[in-house]
């Protein structure tokens, strides 16, 4: 799990072209948009999309539990596992 968890860190950073961030600077589980990253909404679009992409997975912008998945790098790297499965 720990080498998706830094697939992720290295997703986001890429994706969101955060210059400057490494993936060290990304704690697993902290929380990715508010107080912890602070990413924002469309950040969140953007991100879905790599993930989408990159990952295969089937998201939907309405679920309430999407954003219970992209909690943090943790709840991601979870979702995704379930859903290669």
Not at 1 to 24: A, C, F, R, W, Y
Not at 54 to 67: D, F, I
Not at 68 to 81: D, E, G, K, M, R
């Amino acid at each position: 799990m720990q080498s998706l968890d830094l697939e992720i860190k290295n997703l986001i950073i890429s994706t969101l072209n955060l210059e400057g961030v490494s993936p060290d600077d990304i704690e697993t589980d902290a929380p990715l948009f508010g107080d912890g990253l602070g990413l924002d909404s469309i950040d969140a679009l953007e991100l879905g999309l790599a993930v989408k992409n990159q990952y295969g997975v089937v998201l939907s912008a309405e679920s309430e539990e999407m954003r219970q998945h992209f909690y943090s790098v943790a709840t991601l790297a979870a979702f995704i596992n379930t859903q290669r499965t």
